[in-house]
């Protein structure tokens, strides 16, 4: 069982920047991958970004190479996700995604133009 609970999320002008992050619990973190997903309204839930157990592989949609950082701290069972440069078009509620299909509830980010 993993329980991920997600944070950070708000309005921000276009070119600011966000930091998402998301606190795991239940199973030991360390042990599997994390992955950033967002969903837009009328559209469908999309990937964003994702990290390795150990955080030394990551891997980005297009969208998001150059402006989005994902990474993890195994200590404090976190994972993050930097959003710079944002633009209108990464407005969406943001999940977290554990194993399997273990997601957090969402947190919504505006970007205003």
């Known amino acids: 069982q993993v329980q991920l609970v997600e944070s950070g999320g708000g309005l921000m002008q276009a070119g600011g920047s966000l930091r998402l992050s998301c606190a795991a619990s239940g199973r030991t973190f360390s042990t599997y991958a994390m992955g950033w997903f967002r969903q837009a309204p009328g559209k469908d839930r999309e990937f964003v970004a994702a990290?390795?157990?150990?955080?030394?592989?990551?891997n980005y949609a297009n969208s998001a190479k150059g402006r989005f950082t994902i990474s993890r701290d195994n200590g404090k069972n976190m994972v993050y996700l930097q959003m710079n440069s944002l633009k209108p078009e990464d407005t969406a509620v943001y999940y977290c995604?554990?194993?399997?299909?273990?997601w957090g509830q969402g947190t919504q980010v505006t970007v205003s133009s």
């Open positions: 990290i390795s157990r150990n955080g030394t592989n990551t």
């Open positions: 995604k554990g194993p399997g299909n273990y």
